[in-house]
């Protein structure tokens, strides 16, 4: 167990060197880029992990992040340094979407008896993916019946504990709408996603970075928002490709508003609406794993 030390006094802010080899790290764990001038922010964050370890120095934490004992706190390191901004809703235009064209064919294909897959990718605390579990229970009241699967994943064992809990702060409440908010309850401790919505989805810790992922099939829907920007550009074009390989024939990419997937070959995607995407029909020649 992490001992705490409230005491020390506030570490000095890490030198140039220091936000390169903690750069480097958080590079080399996640493809996370640490853009120029986040010394206060690095502080900010990483101050608290020196004082919970009792460490007086960037230097001391730099030794054990880069040491073979430093494997649970460099999880730690990426957790404290990943921004993690999130809400029920957020980019409404891509949940009007999902309802107008995208889910109604799904929902017709699920229930003559084929399954539906829809991935949401750095999923945060579950926002995300509960508020396309809304949409879907609105349109669908056999939801339940259907072979309808949400998975979300991040890269933050934090999150992904919040995700599972569903429970959130009582001011979230605002962003949902007033016919979908029969989805949640409102207790003492905040606003809980009702069961139906929390055994459709299945939340996994995932690092995008990694090589290989461990899902075994396709997704008709992949959401993955304000995730890719804080990739390098060459980093970016390989995980678009990637997330093209996972879709299946037909399926939908939604991205964040600032992000952008260059369609020039072989990308087989086509603009589908602001900061969405869709392949053709017809089979993708880029391989993808198989997922049940």
């Known amino acids: 167990m992490t001992q705490h030390h409230p005491h020390l006094a506030v570490p000095p802010a890490p030198n140039e060197s220091e936000l390169t080899a903690i750069a480097r790290v958080l590079y080399e764990q996640a493809g996370i880029v640490l853009a120029p001038g986040k010394t206060s922010m690095v502080q900010s964050r990483l101050g608290k992990r020196l004082r919970a370890l009792g460490l007086k120095d960037y230097g001391s934490y730099i030794r054990l992040i880069t040491s073979d004992e430093g494997h649970e706190e460099r999880r730690a390191m990426v957790s404290a340094l990943t921004t ?9 235009h891509h949940f009007e979407t999902l309802r107008s064209t995208t889910l109604p064919p799904l929902i017709e294909q699920a229930r003559a008896g084929k399954k539906v897959r829809i991935w949401s990718a750095g999923c945060s605390t579950g926002q995300e993916v509960f508020s396309i ?15 309808i699967r949400l998975l979300a994943t991040d890269i933050d064992p934090q999150m992904i504990a919040r995700g ?13 709408p007033k016919p979908l908010q029969r989805f949640v309850s409102v207790e003492s401790d905040g606003v809980h996603i009702v069961p139906m919505l929390r055994n459709l989805v299945a939340f ?7 090589t290989t992922w461990p899902m075994r099939g ?9 995730v890719v920007i804080y990739f390098s550009p060459e980093d970016q074009l390989r995980l678009w490709r990637r997330f093209e390989s996972v879709l299946t024939p037909g399926g939908w990419m939604f991205v964040g508003h600032s992000e952008r997937i260059p369609l020039d070959p072989p990308c087989q995607l086509a603009t589908a609406g602001i900061t969405t995407y869709k392949l053709p029909k017809a089979e993708s020649p880029i391989g993808g794993p198989k997922w049940h």
């Open 133 to 147: 579990a809304m949409v879907l229970a609105d349109m669908a009241q056999d939801l339940a019946r259907l072979d």
């Open 84 to 92: 993690n901004v999130t809400q029920f809703f957020r980019e409404n």
């Open 218 to 226: 396709r997704f008709d829907i992949v959401f993955c928002r304000n």
């Open 204 to 210: 996994r810790e995932l690092n995008l970075h990694d």
């Open 164 to 176: 599972r809990a569903a429970v959130y702060e009582e001011s979230t409440l605002a962003t949902i």
